[in-house]
């Protein structure tokens, strides 16, 4: 299935922060939306990189006292590995896999317009070989 097929049929709403955001910002707004990595934009809303999570974590464990200082700028991972909605997402888990990361940008003519994890992928596997049943439309959340 290519990724722009995929992402048409999900509700999903881009989160990202801009440069210069601090660590609380950035935990606030992962926490929020319940993701575990999104985009960082510069003031023009280009791609300059990724946070995860794990870069949160592992940034705030050697800073100790000093957490309050800490920016996004120090924690993004700059070297975005991104893809385009004709790509498949066979071609996202392979890329995901082989370079060791669970979140992918998509981009459209240079705009972001959805990020992809490996649980989303792996999820869609499961449901095209019958290994999980579609239970979006069945289920209500209540938070």
Wanted: charged share 25%; net charge negative.
């Amino acid at each position: 299935m290519q990724i722009g097929t995929y992402l048409a049929t999900i509700d999903q709403k881009v989160v990202s922060c801009q440069l210069g955001a601090s660590a609380q910002e950035v935990a606030q707004r992962l926490t929020d939306a319940d993701i575990g990595a999104m985009p960082v934009v510069c003031h023009e809303g280009k791609i300059v990189g990724m946070i995860s999570e794990r870069d949160l974590t592992k940034r705030l464990s050697k800073m100790g006292a000093d957490v309050t200082k800490l920016k996004v700028d120090d924690m993004l991972s700059k070297s975005v590995t991104f893809m385009g909605p004709g790509a498949t997402l066979s071609d996202a888990f392979n890329t995901m896999r082989i370079r060791r990361f669970r979140h992918i940008p998509i981009l459209d003519a240079g705009k972001i317009i959805g990020v992809i994890s490996i649980r989303d992928v792996l999820e869609e596997f499961a449901l095209e070989i019958g290994a999980i049943e579609d239970v979006s439309e069945e289920l209500q959340i209540d938070e």
